[in-house]
């Protein structure tokens, strides 16, 4: 009884501190931190910012009272040097702002300005004007004043800005560089620098602001284009803007000073008359030149590495003038021709490039004709851009454009049998360009040429991964070779056979075939590079074998003996020697030796044909059965592995295995028995 009153006791006491507690919280009233106002301190001269100092700032009165004197250290304003700043609760009633350690625990560093009031009139900034030092009391002096924190110096894009004094030194306002070349990191062509500019080059990138330039490049008194490049040998580089000696149009100019006027670059020079396709070759007709007069041969082409250059004087041409340095100079005057040509060799770097310069003398058009051949076989023409000849000079032809053909040479014929020799030409003329359409060819000897009798191979790798023709060889041992002719005019001869074969062998560069007949050979892409793929033969043999294991399939399936059963197999038996003995004898030998080699019901076509004959020729006898593939001697006496398969179906193994099996069973179920009786009766 006792213990409940005292349980109910503390309950109610419990219940009843807990209830005044409440009602006490409840009535307390919400107290509100005291607004701030950011205050600015600015100093800059010397004697205060020695040492690593900062600005602290020291305040009392109002809700909150502030840290011991020298109060709490300000932070510097990032973005303008000099001022210092911190948030004092709005209700303060006084401030000293001290001179303090830049880092660690704070502490006095003997300087202050003296007590003052937070001004009320929206000013904001403190700037210290004592420029002398003062040390305790009174304190420095100076005076308030509106101020707005400047925003971050950070551009609206990483990269590369010429900033200077016409934009304040600001990337606000700034010009934003190009993508550099080579080792410039960026740059700026043809930029206006005004007079008495001052700038240099700066970037911002991923939130790392760096300058270049040691010191500040100044323009000078008058406005001028400027190139100027940030590199990694130079930091910041400028150079003056030169208006660039770039033609209108690519091609051959002839520049040179003209009767005293000096006209090397391309503007006001004489464009020159290409005359072939592809733009190697140049000329100027009955150009009128002067005593003294100087001139040069110069060409632009953007495909070209230079794009813009000089060609040299060509031998012969001092019969005419005299060199003058690297022109040439005209030593009586006329009419001249010009003549200019640029030689580049395919995989040769180096290029040639000379003009000539002879009296003016009639030129003569030379057509030219492209005469197509697959092999030694003419395929068709093709007319190609005519060309300019001199009666004094040397014509040498430039190579018409032929995808897809390689160019063998220059005949003066349309048969391309008589071969062009460079000479003087004295009249108009007609030259014949011959190609030979690239791709896989069969040649053989005694030339092993693709322009005697070379058959080209159907298809290619490009298009189905392999080349394919059909060789009748007439003599046994006769040899043959399969070539790829590229556009360059080179032919790679074959890697060798793919695989080995009963009548075929490599030797050396070439195939010899030791059976005749007429083959499917097969180039295989075994890499990109044709010379590295294989040749491989398709002599019928395996459609033979199996054409022949499907007609007699139904010997395997029958023990009948009867005399329908036998003629109508006899029936299937002739017409599969009519059809062995049109093999060729490739295909015959590839029977013979690949049939020999196994026997095995999962062998090769020609293993399982083998099987198949020697079965049937075993079972109903050679002389009702005609043994047409050995037809001088009895066939060779079949092993067991022939027998089985040429009598056992795939229906029969599978029968006979499960019997197998099950007879297993039965006889370890059988002799489990027997051991258990056994035990039981000792």
């Not at 950011?38 to 602290?56: E, F, H, L, P």
């Not at 002398?132 to 990483?158: I, L, M």
């Amino acid at each position: 009884m006792k213990k409940g009153l005292i349980f109910a006791t503390t309950l109610a006491m419990a219940l009843g501190v807990g209830v005044a507690v409440g009602a006490h919280r409840s009535e307390a009233k919400e107290v509100k931190a005291a607004e701030t106002t950011t205050v600015y301190c600015k100093m800059t001269y010397s004697w205060w910012t020695t040492g690593g100092a900062a600005i602290g700032v020291y305040y009392w009165g109002g809700s909150s009272a502030g840290a011991a004197y020298p109060g709490v250290r300000m932070s510097a304003v990032a973005t303008d040097e000099g001022v210092w700043k911190y948030s004092v609760p709005s209700d303060i009633t006084g401030i000293i702002f001290t001179r303090v350690n830049g880092s660690g625990d704070i502490a006095d560093w003997g300087a202050k300005t003296g007590d003052l009031t937070l001004p009320t009139d929206g000013k904001n900034l403190y700037t210290i004007t004592s420029s002398s030092e003062v040390w305790g009391n009174p304190g420095v002096t100076g005076a308030w004043s509106v101020y707005e924190e400047p925003a971050p110096d950070v551009p609206a894009e990483d990269g590369y800005y010429i900033v200077g004094s016409e934009s304040n030194w600001k990337f606000a306002g700034a010009t934003k560089m190009d993508a550099g070349q080579g080792t410039d990191k960026a740059q700026y062509i043809k930029y206006p620098g005004k007079a008495g500019e001052s700038f240099k080059a700066r970037s911002y990138l991923n939130g790392v602001d760096k300058w270049y330039g040691e010191a500040d490049y100044e323009v000078g008194e008058v406005d001028k284009y400027l190139n100027i490049y940030v590199n990694e040998n130079d930091g910041l580089w400028v150079e003056d803007w030169v208006e660039p000696d770039v033609p209108a149009e690519e091609g051959y100019y002839i520049c040179g000073e003209f009767s005293g006027v000096p006209s090397w670059k391309y503007d006001g020079a004489t464009k020159m008359t290409p005359t072939s396709q592809d733009g190697n070759v140049a000329y100027e007709m009955n150009f009128p030149l002067a005593v003294d007069d100087e001139l040069r041969v110069r060409s632009y082409f953007t495909d070209r590495d230079p794009y813009d250059q000089w060609a040299t004087v060509g031998n012969g041409t001092e019969a005419y003038g005299e060199k003058s340095g690297d022109n040439f100079k005209i030593t009586a005057a006329g009419n001249y021709d010009i003549y200019a040509k640029y030689e580049q060799k395919a995989g040769d770097d180096s290029s040639k490039f000379y003009f000539y310069v002879s009296p003016h003398v009639e030129s003569y058009e030379i057509e030219m004709t492209a005469v197509k051949f697959v092999g030694a076989t003419k395929e068709g023409t093709q007319a190609q851009e005519s060309q300019i000849a001199y009666d004094n000079q040397v014509f040498a032809p430039i190579q018409p454009a032929m995808s897809g053909y390689a160019l063998r040479g220059y005949f003066t014929d349309a048969d391309c049998t008589v071969a062009y020799e460079p000479h003087k030409f004295s009249a108009d003329g007609h030259l014949y360009a011959k190609y030979t359409k690239a791709g896989f060819y069969v040649i053989h000897g005694p030339d092993w040429s693709i322009d005697e009798a070379a058959e080209m191979m159907t298809a290619g790798i490009a298009s189905t991964n392999k080349a394919e023709a059909a060789v009748t060889v007439a003599t046994k041992n006769e040899t043959y070779s399969f070539v790829y002719y590229n556009e360059e005019g080179n032919m790679s001869g074959h890697s060798g056979l793919g695989q080995e074969y009963a009548y075929a062998v490599d030797e050396e560069s070439h195939i010899k075939f030791t059976e005749t007949g007429t083959y499917a050979v097969y180039w295989a892409k075994d890499s990109e590079e044709p010379s590295s793929n294989k040749i491989y033969l398709n002599d019928g043999s395996t459609a033979y074998c199996t054409t022949f294991l499907t007609a007699t399939g139904g010997v395997c399936k029958s023990d009948d003996k009867s005399e329908e059963y036998i003629s109508s197999l006899q029936t299937v038996w002739a017409a599969q020697k009519t059809a062995y003995q049109a093999l060729n004898d490739g295909a015959k030998a590839e029977i013979v030796k690949v049939g020999f080699d196994g026997g095995k019901e999962d062998g090769t076509v020609a293993e399982q044909l083998m099987a198949r004959y020697h079965y049937i020729v075993c079972k109903y006898g050679s002389e009702r059965f005609e043994n047409f593939i050995f037809p001088e001697a009895a066939p060779i006496a079949p092993s067991s592995a022939y027998i089985e398969f040429g009598s056992i179906n795939s229906a029969d193994n599978t029968t006979m295995i499960i019997i197998i099996a099950v007879a297993a069973v039965s006889a370890l179920v059988f002799s489990a028995l027997l051991i258990i009786k056994k035990k039981k009766q000792k």
